[in-house]
């Protein structure tokens, strides 16, 4: 259902930005409003947005405030113009706390236009979209037509299962009449069709009966069928590999570790100093995200997503300022080692250097993070007995030397130097 | 070597008697039906094959049922936002004080849970005893008031500061006295908040009391040398220290540090080096001190100023009347004052009695051996106890008289410790207006109009300074838990200052404390104290008029001389009762009687015969219009015709642990002279009924094997393997099993008999670390207390001149005293054997052995067979008979969330039908060995201690790597001294005892 009102909501929009091209055009040249697109995409988004505020001003309306000759002055090199003693200048220097706007000297006096009518184009889209006949359907409506639809569509559904069954009540009265004019044909048949089962289904049934050595060997089959599936049912108790719950924040690993190449330690910082990984706390998240809105991808208004974020640290994004009534964010946690077992994160990615994959398999590649290893102790135990244990932390300088002297050659695994012992993990 | 001494745990084992014999030959006290079951008339009545069949099947389908839930959904909660100094799963240090005592605590996510002492307090050593370790455990208490209360009734602290402000304003106005009445305080900050209350309201008063009171000696130094203190003594110092009923290694002024001091001249590093004290203890009831005595002599209370008057006519030559007429005493006497004059300069005496007189004799025999100075500091003097008894009559009075307008508590219980609770509760309904600051409606606070709760020194900022010069930090660790106001602030507030309390401390410290230190406040919050007193303290000689002293005290003495006389005590556990809501401080066996979760009164086993009470009996104790019927303890060692009783219990309003646990015998107290004293006439008789106290004396009995080894001083240094008799120097070994090697660490123990007191810090530290369970009084009855460690304490007999030593000659001798009893404490663990007979035996390999030379104890793949606990030849095997942590019938302290947050994150907690035991805290060992690696360099000796070994003031514990032939423990392990308990039955302990060494006269 979602994800038809969504394609629906795309469709609309989709529809409506095409419209309002359309309409641009008639405004400015194609050409200029398209490069502009792409340049503000690239250049701008960070700081501003056309109708938000975002860390500098909103743009919609700077050609009725500003000539387009100061502004690509400004563009090019505004702490000039605040140095020089513009009085437009200083004012929104002193008005965004002194904030630099980073100088765009790459930029050609054509582009800084584009990219001027494009914001035009945009603003102008923008005072349309509420009264637009022609945009109603789109995203005005985005909001709502999820529910419409829902509605409509069990609206629907009820009328057709009341359709159906009537049809069928039908249907059943009809042969009911039928049996009861034809009962004596249908005795006759049902005896010819007995006859005829009788001579081949029965008489293979009956020689598979009186075949001892065969009901044997079914019934041991069926035994041995049971005993594996009941042996596996038993040992995957608790084993939970592949589990991935549904969090209460849709965050994509393939987004940021993927495509953006964050290292795994920026956020997991825990994994290199203790024994927990740790997830990180909100402030990590807002490191970037109190810039990184996504506004791009959802229509000029914050994701959702993010604004999640906003709400555990009770961060008004308009005003940019704390509350201080933050949220923790409650995430389900994937990995769930029994108490009894205690595993320490540093050792294994410090002391040892394996590669976070190793165990939690290509998280970089996840959408959403399942658990990838089963976690069992035969999944720790195997590793402990083929992993060699690295030779070049000065702790372990006196056990080499042992080794060396009982084991020419071969490689010290963990397993050698009291990896397998139980009071290692249990305790 | 077989040791000709005849070593005893209790009288019981030492008369064999049958119930004795009986109980010792299982490995738990309630035997296991299993002969019922088996026969066939048991199959047949007890459990018929059909009721077994129901109950299997029932069994099976609700198993079924059970397990069919899903899995359930583990939340992950992260930080909204980061605190930067937090690390989820690395715990943070923070320097503390807890009644004077520089500590360290342990957090974790914030939330603080262990106390050690700090290792940088260099100069100033003092550890930490029990009650420190303990009292994490308070943070977590249930008990304690959630909000400030007027009448009983919780309200806002608004509202209790405006009722609070008006009653003093009112007070102020009307002239009348506005009294703050507290313990001690040597807090810098509260004293200045005191101030500035008094500042506002000139009216106020300071006073303070102690419930055991050492006014005593404050008073006599005032008369000596005009100084009103409590001096810091040098144990250290010391070659001869002659203690009069001064239970100084435990309760008196402070424990630790004279514990500190007094083994520094016997541990095995001074016993290398030729050199031990001589320590003579003259007392009525076996004390921990006198137990550690080389030799101790029983005399009756009333004979303390006796024997103080021979002393000080035997050192001086001069002849004062009223000497001691015991012949015991006499000799001991003559003998002990030609070692004191021998080593003037290095010897001392002291006394714990709080009578003014005796206190000046004190002064004057240490005055005559030149022990002021080095041994005896009067500059660096002590500040924990300040309490004048003189001061607290003077409320009272002033009280009853209605010249008190207003009535603060601070620390202070007098309707519970002072001995007339009667006049307290008369007096304060004069006071128009009354205020605890406790933080539990307590037996005072419980009676006054407000309570204003105090928070706990883990929730507070403040300062301590227990010894002039030096000054010790409290910070916080948490946030208050509950709403409580620490009552420095609760007094700023009221003062109409409105400082912050931690500006408050900040500013006090940096204008009174830091300057001239070239330290900063940084500094101190990172260390934790500052040491600012002189090296050594300058010499005094006292000036006394002993004739009239003598006279007075033979007065005094001739006032409680009685057939039977009583005497009070500070018990090592439980101290003055202020922590009686501490269950592991409840649990932790006395270090003499070994009795939990009760006082009783301690009377000589030949009293008791002629009393006609034994084992289990109870007696009522009647002296000065007060009576209370006690069980009985027989204790070896104490003097005939002497009752003692703990004070400390019979709270009844302390928490759900503490209440109603023994009897208080506070008000046996007498005040004479000014002076409050814990000594008096009294009368005996046999109580009706009997009671079982939970003592765990006997309780994993070792059945009398050969495991403590003891010679003297001058045998060692004859011969300094004197004794220590290593079987394996004598006899040719064969092994079954193959070598274990262990290539990386061997983790050894080596346990110094000479240097352990027995006072358990060690016990409680190790609960504290490894989330050891609190049973209760009843499970502790049935020999199912869980402590990992435990203090074994053997008596032997040593009757004076003919030495009753051997076996066969104690079964002849018909009449025994048995006031001379000698004490061996021997701390018994896990000895993680390498051929360890509980290893072979576990059916299921749940205790197995490491490469680092450990005794694995796997919880989870334990299923609770008990082979191993009865194979283990040294009884320290614990089985979870419960839940013990999580069970509403064992609810002594942890059955609440909130209580779970003192436990240790890194240790599991172990269920029910499950076997644990010392682990040698794998996870220190662990954590040390992460933290080499994570550094990139090979583990250092003392990267890894033991729980036990840090709280051991004494370090008498010594914990290490034997592979590392320099490390401490293998250095003290290459000790002549050292023996292995049961090393013949070649189970190859790792855990070395040194031989106690006993620096007796004889020889």
Redesign the interface.
Known sequence: MRNISSVLGRLAKTMSVGLMLLFAVTMAHAQDVKEGETLFKSKCTTCHGVTKKVVGPALAGMSERHSEEWLVKWIHNSQAMVAAGDPAAVQIFEEYNKMVMTSFTDLSEDQIKSIIAYVKAEETKAAEAPAGGGAEGGAGAKSGDASTMMIVGLIAIVVLAVVVIVVLNRVIRTLEKVIANNQAAIAEAQARNEQFEESKFAKFAKAFVKNKKLVGFAVLMLVAFLAVLGWNTMWNV?V?QGYQ?VQPIKFSHQIHAGVNQIECQYCH??AF????A???????CMNCHNTVTASDHYDGEISPEIAKIYR??DYNPETREYGDN????????IH?L?????F?H??HV??AGVECQTCHGPVETMEEVYQYSPLTMKWCVDCHRTTAVNA????????IE??EK?KKGEKMTAAM??GL????C?? | MDSNKKYWKGLEELQQTPAFVESSKGEFAEPIPVEDVLNEAGLSTKTPRRDFLKALGFGLGAVTLAACNR?P??????????PEEV????PNFYASSFNGQSVLVRTREGRPISISPNPNAVGVTQGTDATTVASVLDLYDMSKLQNPQLGGKDVEWSKLDATVIDALTKAASAGKQIAIVSSTVNSPSTLAAIAKLTAKYPTTTHVQVDAVSYSGIIEANRASFGKAVVPSYHFNNANVVVSVAADFLGTWLAGEEHTQDYIKNRDYKSLKNGKMSRHIQFESGLSMTGSNADVRIAIKPSEEGAVLISLYNAITGQSLPGGVSNKKAQTAITLAAKELTNNRGGAVVVAGSNDVNVQLLVNAINSALGAYGAIIDLDNFSKQYQGSDAAFQQFLADAAAGQVGVAFFLNSNPVYDYFKPADVTNALSKVAFTLSFADRPDETASTLKAIAPASTFLESWGDASSKEGYFTIVQPTINPVFNTRQAEQSLLIWSGDNTNIYEFVKQNWETNILAGTGKTWKDVLQTGFVYKGSATGSSYSANVDVNAVASAIATAARAIAGEVELKLYESTVMRDGRYANNAYLQELPDPITKVTWDNYAAINPKFAEELGIGEKGRIKVEANGYAVELPVVLQPGQALGTVSIAVGYGRTKVGKAGNNVGQNAYPFARLVNGTIQFASKASVSKAGGSYELAQTQTHHTIEGRNIIRETTFAKYLKDPNSESGRFSDSHKTYDLWNKFES??HKWVMAIDLNACTGCGSCIVACNVENNIPVVGRDEVRRRREMHWLRIDRYYTLDAGDTKLTKEKEIAKATDLDYEDVTVVHQPMLCQHCDHAPCETVCPVL?T?H???G?N??????CFGTRYCANNCPYKVRRFNWFNYWNDSRFDNYLNNEFTQLVLNP????RSRGVMEKC?MC??RI?GG??K???E????RDGDVKVACQEACSANAIIFGDI?DPESEVSKALRNERVYYVLEEINVQPNIGYMTKVRNTFEA
Not at chain 1, 392 to 399: G, I, K, P, S, V
Not at chain 2, 87 to 90: E, M, S, W
Not at chain 2, 856 to 861: F, I, L, P, V
Not at chain 2, 906 to 909: H, I, S, Y
Request: glycine share 6%; proline share 8%; with cysteine.
């Open positions: 608790g939970h719950p910082g825990g100093k203790s024994k927990n740790s997830i990180p706390s909100a402030n990590v555990a640290v933050p949220k923790p964010i409650e995430w389900v946690r769930n029994p108490d009894f077992a205690y320490n540093s050792q410090v002391v070049d932390n000065a702790y372990y300088d006196q056990l042992a080794h009982l130097i009291g012992e139980c009071g290692k249990h305790y | 899995t959904v583990h939340k992950a909660v992260p930080y909204v936002i980061k690390t989820p799963g690395i290539p990386g749940a197995v490491s490469s680092e450990l694995h104890m796997a919880y989870n793949r890194d240790v599991t907690t682990s794998i996870q662990q060995k992460l080499a690696k994570m990139n360099r090979k583990l592979n």
